[in-house]
């Protein structure tokens, strides 16, 4: 392990002080049970690990990284064999106002996003701490931007899991409605979006428009249906919401070539 913790001296008149830095090549099994007096961030850089917060339990792996606030007890140990981390530790008299303001709890953790810049403000701060005389306000500079660039991280998080808790109430609904017509409308009212917003959102996330998905939904469970049951084609049309058999064969062909009756009729012959 590689670590520098600053003598503290004529620091804690800044804003952001810095109390301790390091590169741990393998992370140690760490449990605190009061948690730190000081802040801290923590990101990997290589391998994985295991954190334990609130009877809860992430994986950090390449891309995730974890704030904690003073006094939060936490643990964390590598998930399979090594794992590299980077991490310092920081106060500020008026720090905990500060965080808070800047919309951070008393812990968060993000995945899945690009740490880079974060790495190389991590690079400066180290560089800086290495300057015993000159170095602390250097630190709390490099510490602000550091901060400042994780805003945009966690935000990220927050909106990404947002969005998620908004599509899993949709695709909810459309699984307990689709034999029935569903509107677009319908499914922004479930949302609380806006239907332009919430075609954007959803097409990004599944690769398709919620109309689509209905449609391939319904044609999933036709075929169900058409390999399980005695059911007529036209019953079976109207079961997944398509009361016009007519329309119900030409949507049933766009995704899957053939008609639902050439379907069921070679479906023992082929592999469908």
Request: glycine letters at 10%; hydrophobic letters at 35%; aromatic letters at 12%.
């Amino acid at each position: 392990m590689s670590a520098i913790y600053p003598v503290i001296g004529n620091q804690t008149r800044l804003p952001f002080y810095l109390t301790g830095i390091g590169v741990s090549e393998c992370e140690y099994h760490i449990k605190r049970e009061q948690g730190l007096v000081s802040h801290q961030f923590l990101f990997t850089a290589e391998g994985a690990g295991k954190v334990f917060l609130d009877g809860r339990s992430f994986v950090m792996k390449k891309g995730s990284m974890l704030y904690l606030s003073p006094g939060v007890p936490h643990e964390y140990y590598p998930a399979n064999g090594q794992w590299k981390t980077c991490w310092f530790v920081f106060r500020g008299a008026h720090l905990g106002e500060i965080m808070q303001a800047l919309g951070f709890e008393k812990y968060m953790l993000c995945t899945g996003v690009n740490t880079e810049p974060s790495e190389q403000i991590f690079s400066r701060i180290f560089s800086a701490a290495s300057d015993h005389i000159y170095g602390s306000e250097k630190c709390s500079e490099l510490i602000y931007e550091f901060i400042l660039n994780s805003v945009g991280l966690f935000t990220e998080q927050k909106q990404s899991e947002a969005v998620g808790g908004v599509l899993d109430r949709v695709i909810s609904y459309i699984e307990q409605n689709y034999g029935r017509d569903i509107t677009l409308a319908e499914l922004a009212g479930v949302s609380a979006l806006t239907p332009q917003y919430l075609c954007r959102i959803f097409k990004k996330k599944m690769g398709m428009r919620p109309l689509e998905y209905i449609a391939r939904r319904r044609i999933s469970a036709a075929k169900l249906l058409l390999d399980n049951s005695e059911k007529s084609v036209q019953e079976i049309g109207c079961e997944v919401g398509y009361p016009d058999p007519t329309y119900f064969g030409i949507v049933f062909k766009r995704y899957e070539g053939i008609s639902p009756g050439t379907y069921r009729r070679i479906k023992n012959t082929i592999a469908i």
